[in-house]
């Protein structure tokens, strides 16, 4: 497995500033959930996790709409899964858990994601190989996040490439340099007496001229 993963140089769609807003927002709500768990009113574990899970899917759907020319929602066959996709490219999450990571049900293709995958049956003749990504999830011993890695797996199963994404990435903000736009009115220039035309003035001197002689 790479040691060194960087997903936007493989798909230029997977930048760290929207792993990063995915990551943190997806903290977010999950640590919300945990803030608000109250064993001691008989709320248990799969309740928290219920929870977590259900307010992740909530929160998906909002960057959804926040996000609209990269960020959507993928159909999928049930109901109770979460799909997404930055600018097509499918992408689900999952709790990491030690000594069941990963959920093999998370390390294949869903329908959503296999209709996706239909589209680019061969490149230049060579047949496709689809690559699904998955963000893992894991919690510190008090059940906060501590980390989201978005993990890659090929068609076999096997997990190829991991990337750790940072949280509270800020979004950048180079902007190109441009010269500033300058309107300008347009100015009209009338000419001086001393400017006009030669003809114009030998013409005057007969009007007079002829004036004078009547």
């Known amino acids: 497995m790479a040691t060194t993963f960087e997903p936007w140089v493989k798909n230029s769609a997977l930048t760290a500033e929207r792993l990063s807003l995915i990551a943190t927002g997806l903290r977010e709500v999950r640590d919300d959930a945990l803030n608000?768990?109250?064993?001691?009113?008989?709320?248990?574990?799969w309740t928290l996790g219920s929870s977590k899970y259900e307010r992740s899917k909530h929160k998906i759907k909002q960057m959804a709409l926040e996000n609209p020319s990269w960020f959507s929602l993928i159909p999928d066959g049930s109901p109770m899964r979460c799909t997404?996709?930055?600018?097509?490219?499918?992408?689900?999450?999952?709790?990491?858990?030690?000594?069941?990571?990963?959920?093999q049900k998370y390390t294949v293709a869903t329908e959503g994601e296999r209709m996706h995958h239909?589209?680019?049956?061969?490149?230049?003749?060579?047949?496709?190989?689809?690559?699904?990504?998955?963000?893992a999830i894991v919690d510190d011993r008090m059940g906060k996040v501590s980390s989201v890695t978005l993990v890659e797996f090929d068609d076999t199963a096997t997990s190829t490439n991991e990337y750790l994404i940072p949280f509270d990435l800020a979004p950048s903000k180079i902007i190109p340099i441009q010269s500033p736009v300058v309107n300008l009115e347009r100015v009209t220039v009338q000419p001086l007496?001393?400017?006009?035309?030669?003809?114009?003035?030998?013409?005057?001197?007969?009007?007079?001229?002829?004036?004078?002689?009547?």
Not at 36 to 45: A, H, I, N, Q, R
């Open 84 to 103: 997404f996709g930055i600018e097509g490219i499918p992408i689900r999450y999952y709790h990491q858990v030690p000594e069941f990571d990963p959920p």
């Open 193 to 214: 007496e001393s400017e006009q035309p030669a003809s114009r003035n030998e013409n005057e001197k007969n009007d007079k001229s002829g004036t004078a002689a009547k």
């Open 36 to 45: 608000s768990y109250e064993p001691l009113k008989g709320e248990t574990v």
């Open 118 to 135: 239909q589209l680019l049956f061969e490149a230049d003749g060579v047949p496709f190989r689809y690559m699904l990504f998955r963000l």
